[in-house]
């Protein structure tokens, strides 16, 4: 239940987690090499969220800059207000990008045998939700950073349409749309064709992408691993 209510706020990632978890470690049984790898891949993905984070840090501060942004100084305005949270969002992704780091990057290196890491995951195991607290921290680089970046389109947003040019608004409007449709086409085809809506199924079905192969219901057969107690 709490991985269902936590999971949509940041975008699936606990979900993916908490699936690569539950591979590796399986009735306190432990894959070691399996551990190794999903360790260095996030470590590798937490590295990456740096850049977009620290950009859209800089973005907000030049966004904020803009003289003409707010007509009254003695208030804050929408994109004003949106913009603030997507600064605190985007240093929130930097603290936890780098926490997360150092957490698996010097920490576990003093668990270089399957028995401390099975250790490690048997204090971070929840009582009642398991692995599941632990999946959200690991994609909270990741929610975040989306956070802030949703915030900020918001707040810019609120700039193009709040003027009275009527060209800038329309042309703005139309690329959003074309955004909005590319965005949601890239959500269909990351996703089984059977957890989405049947319009949205047959709107797509109607642009011709090919679902067959979830339809099917083929899945990717798993690598063989060594099992440690």
Not at 104 to 131: D, I, S, W, Y
Request: hydrophobic share 50%; net charge positive; charged share 15%.
């Amino acid at each position: 239940m709490f991985i269902r209510l936590v999971s949509p706020w940041f975008f699936g990632a606990p979900d993916v987690q908490l699936r690569s978890l539950r591979k590796i470690w399986v009735d306190n049984f432990m894959l070691y090499p399996d551990w190794s790898d999903f360790i260095e891949k996030m470590k590798s993905e937490w590295s990456d969220f740096l850049l977009p984070s620290t950009v859209s840090l800089s973005t907000n501060v030049a966004f904020l800059a803009i003289p003409n942004l707010s007509m009254d100084n003695s208030s804050l305005n929408a994109a004003q207000i949106l913009s603030y949270i997507s600064m605190t969002v985007s240093m929130g992704s930097i603290i936890m990008t780098l926490l997360l780091t150092r957490q698996n990057g010097h920490h576990l290196r003093m668990r270089e045998t399957a028995f401390k890491v099975v250790l490690f995951l048997r204090n971070r195991r929840h009582p009642r939700l398991g692995l599941e607290a632990l999946a959200v921290v690991y994609s909270l680089p990741y929610g975040l950073i989306l956070w802030a970046v949703i915030t900020f389109l918001a707040a810019f947003s609120f700039v193009c349409f709040g003027g009275n040019d009527t060209l800038a608004m329309s042309t703005t409007g139309a690329v959003w749309i074309i955004i909005a449709m590319l965005v949601v086409w890239s959500l269909y085809i990351g996703r089984e064709t059977k957890s989405l809506p049947k319009w949205l199924i047959k709107a797509f079905s109607f642009c011709g992408t090919d679902k067959s192969s979830a339809a099917n219901g083929s899945k990717p057969s798993d690598c063989d691993g060594t099992t440690v107690m």
